[in-house]
């Protein structure tokens, strides 16, 4: 059995999977990854099921050694520095860690989660069908709380398979899609206005439960008090303070404040990973298109694997080189294993 | 034959859920709409409904748009809502001991203020009340109680609290709650209970139902340590009084 000890990792890290839905009617959230497609995406180039239990690692750094054997891994969603001893490695593209070598993963950059798919998952004791971590319910597993320092995942022993990348498509930066529902009608068409001509920001007090966002005031028509009804993932609640708390997988099953509306399903992932602080906009779109957006979406995620391509030397990824220079990382392009280039300006060209 | 039911309004929840809000109110006979409309989709299911969530005024149906779409899924919701309803089923009723005030219930003394009277007035109140269990969610386990007084009924806070107490007993709006986690809540908190609503690896896992009567006993704060010694070892605490 090899296993991934954790030197250290920051906070809103913990391991989830698709999550435990079934149990809402007494209160138990669904929870699982905030960013369902990076989680399938982290799982297909390993070979795994598109919703097999991963790390989802919060925008901070984290390291990760392989023990008791090779430990094959790969790394989607946000973009962040990660070098295994020196060598920078590409996200979405999968790599194996021999026994003893550490990966290390700098901060998020242009996102906030990034997933990481271990081969053959992470070994623990499903509840309610499930390893997802949902700290508040005391629910996951091998540990029911957020990772932490000196943590140990055991997992299977690398099965040598010749290592891929993943060709997902372009990240959008269009507006937010919402349905409108199932309390608009607690707001006037001008503040419904308002809310879709406003620029918004994600808070930093925001976690899996909640987003809080910053923007103008939304102003009820009857205050702010309803009797609390069913969420899904998305719900856009307004409280008193008239700031939106969009509701993420670790939500209440159930709120008391009106939502207005809710982030589509096929947006979810794209929402959750805006960065707290840049400005984004919602789009309002009607229940067909939504719908028809959700086929699409889930489309893309049975196809994943037809997206899987063999690395070629030419492959090597130029934005990750990229981006560790501009760190100020000392890029040793140099490796025996699964790069072939000599150098990063081999890479970069000439200009 | 009696006449079809008034029907509920469709509200959409997202691509994927549709509540069908029988009331905008709290109200018992909206309750037991929801909750019979619940029994009949457990009865026979309908394809493409992955789950209903029960609360008091509305059913929060969860779908898999790929499944059946919007429209036709209304339709059959709305056939299912205006069926006469059964009668309800048995009810049970638990009786769970509170301390109140203090640091067990933090806006007492507040609550009190604001209501022009004392706190151990305000407690009276509470403890006066003869409560059901309306619908249970949020977190696992917080219980939606119905019943609470007029008297003591007020809005919920502006700026709801990230962390509150595990076990808290609140007030918000017209409804009060047994809270099992620690967690974020925009009520206002009146005394804590040892009773653990959700408990993993105890049989069951979930104390209350939808439909229990519920009434509340104040205790000191000595006995509700020796409580929540007992609950944490797996003991229910709260008294089943009748079933």
Same mark, same amino acid.
């Given at each position: 059995?090899?296993?991934?000890?954790?030197?250290?990792?920051?906070?809103?890290?913990?391991?989830?999977?698709?999550?435990?839905?079934?149990?809402?009617?007494?209160?138990?959230?669904?929870?699982?990854?905030?960013?369902?497609?990076?989680?399938?995406?982290?799982?297909?180039?390993?070979?795994?099921?598109?919703?097999?239990?991963?790390?989802?690692?919060?925008? @901070?750094?984290?390291?990760?050694?392989?023990?008791?054997?090779?430990?094959?891994?790969?790394?989607?969603?946000?973009?962040? %520095?990660?070098?295994?001893?020196?060598?920078?490695?590409?996200?979405?593209?999968?790599?194996?860690?021999?026994?003893?070598?550490?990966?290390?993963?700098?901060?998020?950059?242009?996102?906030?989660?990034?997933?990481?798919?271990?081969?053959?998952?992470?070994?623990? *004791?499903?509840?309610?069908?499930?390893?997802?971590? %949902?700290?508040?319910?005391?629910?996951?597993?091998?540990?029911?709380?957020?990772?932490?320092? &000196?943590?140990?995942?055991?997992?299977?022993?690398?099965?040598?398979?010749?290592?891929?990348?993943?060709?997902?498509?372009?990240?959008? *930066?269009?507006?937010?899609?919402?349905?409108?529902?199932?309390?608009?009608?607690?707001?006037?068409?001008?503040?419904?206005?308002?809310?879709?001509?406003?620029?918004?920001?994600?808070?930093?007090?925001?976690?899996?439960?909640?987003?809080?966002? *910053?923007?103008?005031?939304?102003?009820?028509? !009857?205050?702010?008090?309803?009797?609390?009804? &069913?969420?899904? %993932?998305?719900?856009?609640?307004?409280? &008193?303070?008239?700031?939106?708390?969009?509701?993420?997988? !670790?939500?209440?099953?159930?709120?008391?404040?009106?939502?207005?509306?809710?982030?589509?399903?096929? !947006?979810?992932?794209?929402?959750?990973? #805006?960065?707290?602080?840049?400005?984004?906009? @919602?789009?309002?779109?009607?229940?067909?298109?939504?719908?028809? *957006?959700?086929?699409?979406?889930?489309?893309?995620?049975?196809?994943?694997?037809?997206?899987?391509? !063999? #690395?070629?030397? @030419?492959?090597?990824?130029?934005?990750?080189?990229?981006?560790? %220079?501009?760190?100020?990382?000392?890029?040793?392009?140099?490796?025996?294993?699964?790069?072939?280039?000599?150098?990063?300006?081999?890479?970069?060209?000439?200009? | 034959?009696?006449?079809? =039911?008034?029907?509920?309004?469709?509200?959409?929840? +997202?691509?994927?859920?549709?509540?069908?809000?029988?009331?905008?109110?709290?109200?018992?006979?909206?309750?037991?709409? $929801?909750?019979?409309?619940?029994?009949?989709?457990?009865?026979?299911?309908?394809?493409?409904?992955?789950?209903? $969530?029960?609360?008091?005024?509305?059913?929060?149906?969860?779908?898999?748009?790929?499944?059946? +779409?919007?429209?036709?899924?209304?339709?059959? =919701?709305?056939? =299912?809502?205006?069926?006469?309803?059964?009668?309800?089923?048995?009810?049970?009723?638990?009786?769970?001991?509170?301390?109140?005030?203090?640091?067990?219930?933090?806006?007492?003394?507040?609550?009190?203020?604001?209501?022009?009277?004392?706190?151990?007035?305000?407690?009276?109140?509470? $403890?006066?009340?003869?409560?059901?269990?309306?619908?249970?969610?949020?977190?696992?386990?917080?219980?939606?109680?119905?019943? =609470?007084?007029?008297?003591?009924?007020?809005?919920?806070?502006?700026?709801?609290?990230?962390?509150?107490?595990?076990?808290?007993?609140?007030? +918000?709006?017209?409804?009060?709650?047994?809270?099992?986690?620690?967690?974020?809540?925009?009520?206002?908190?009146?005394?804590?209970?040892?009773?653990?609503?959700?408990?993993?690896?105890?049989?069951?896992?979930?104390?209350?139902?939808?439909?229990?009567?519920?009434?509340?006993?104040?205790?000191?704060?000595?006995?509700?340590?020796?409580?929540?010694?007992?609950?944490?070892?797996?003991?229910? $605490?709260?008294?089943?009084?009748?079933?």
């Amino acid at each position: 059995m090899s296993k991934l000890v954790i030197p250290s990792i920051g906070p809103a890290s913990s391991v989830q999977d698709g999550g435990r839905p079934g149990a809402q009617r007494y209160g138990l959230t669904p929870g699982g990854a905030i960013d369902r497609l990076a989680l399938a995406a982290a799982n297909t180039l390993v070979g795994n099921d598109l919703f097999t239990a991963a790390v989802e690692i919060g925008p @901070f750094g984290a390291k990760f050694t392989a023990r008791g054997g090779a430990v094959r891994v790969a790394l989607s969603g946000a973009p962040r %520095n990660a070098d295994i001893a020196g060598r920078a490695v590409a996200s979405d593209t999968s790599m194996t860690l021999a026994d003893g070598e550490t990966l290390t993963l700098g901060f998020a950059r242009g996102g906030s989660f990034s997933y990481l798919g271990i081969e053959g998952g992470v070994q623990g *004791e499903p509840m309610f069908g499930s390893l997802a971590v %949902n700290a508040r319910a005391g629910l996951g597993s091998p540990y029911p709380r957020p990772l932490q320092a &000196g943590d140990e995942l055991q997992t299977a022993p690398a099965s040598g398979a010749a290592e891929r990348r993943i060709d997902l498509p372009a990240t959008s *930066e269009a507006p937010i899609r919402i349905v409108f529902g199932p309390q608009d009608d607690e707001f006037t068409a001008e503040t419904k206005k308002l809310f879709l001509d406003s620029e918004w920001k994600i808070s930093a007090t925001s976690d899996r439960m909640g987003y809080r966002l *910053e923007g103008p005031f939304i102003q009820h028509i !009857d205050g702010h008090n309803i009797v609390s009804d &069913g969420t899904v %993932n998305g719900s856009i609640q307004i409280p &008193g303070n008239g700031q939106p708390i969009v509701l993420m997988p !670790d939500r209440g099953t159930s709120g008391g404040y009106p939502k207005i509306a809710a982030v589509i399903s096929a !947006d979810l992932g794209r929402f959750a990973q #805006i960065p707290a602080g840049r400005a984004f906009r @919602f789009k309002a779109i009607s229940m067909t298109e939504a719908q028809a *957006e959700l086929r699409k979406f889930r489309e893309l995620l049975r196809t994943l694997p037809d997206r899987l391509r !063999d #690395i070629e030397s @030419f492959d090597l990824n130029i934005e990750a080189l990229h981006d560790a %220079n501009v760190a100020g990382h000392a890029v040793s392009a140099v490796d025996a294993g699964t790069w072939h280039v000599a150098s990063p300006a081999d890479i970069l060209g000439p200009d | 034959m009696a006449a079809p =039911l008034s029907p509920p309004r469709l509200l959409p929840s +997202g691509d994927s859920a549709i509540t069908v809000e029988f009331s905008r109110n709290i109200d018992d006979d909206a309750n037991r709409r $929801v909750l019979a409309l619940d029994r009949a989709m457990a009865g026979a299911p309908i394809t493409g409904v992955t789950e209903t $969530v029960p609360t008091y005024r509305s059913l929060l149906v969860h779908y898999d748009p790929v499944q059946i +779409g919007f429209a036709e899924l209304g339709e059959q =919701l709305l056939a =299912l809502a205006q069926q006469p309803i059964s009668a309800a089923a048995k009810t049970r009723r638990w009786r769970i001991p509170v301390v109140y005030g203090g640091e067990h219930g933090i806006d007492l003394e507040d609550v009190a203020k604001a209501l022009d009277t004392t706190p151990d007035d305000i407690v009276a109140r509470h $403890v006066a009340g003869d409560y059901r269990v309306a619908m249970i969610g949020f977190t696992p386990g917080w219980s939606y109680l119905s019943g =609470l007084a007029p008297s003591l009924q007020m809005p919920r806070r502006q700026n709801p609290r990230l962390l509150t107490p595990a076990g808290t007993i609140s007030i +918000g709006g017209v409804q009060t709650g047994v809270q099992c986690l620690a967690g974020p809540s925009g009520w206002h908190l009146l005394g804590q209970t040892a009773v653990r609503t959700y408990q993993l690896h105890r049989e069951p896992t979930f104390l209350l139902e939808p439909g229990d009567q519920i009434t509340f006993t104040p205790v000191d704060a000595k006995t509700f340590k020796e409580q929540d010694r007992a609950a944490e070892a797996g003991e229910f $605490v709260a008294e089943l009084v009748a079933s």
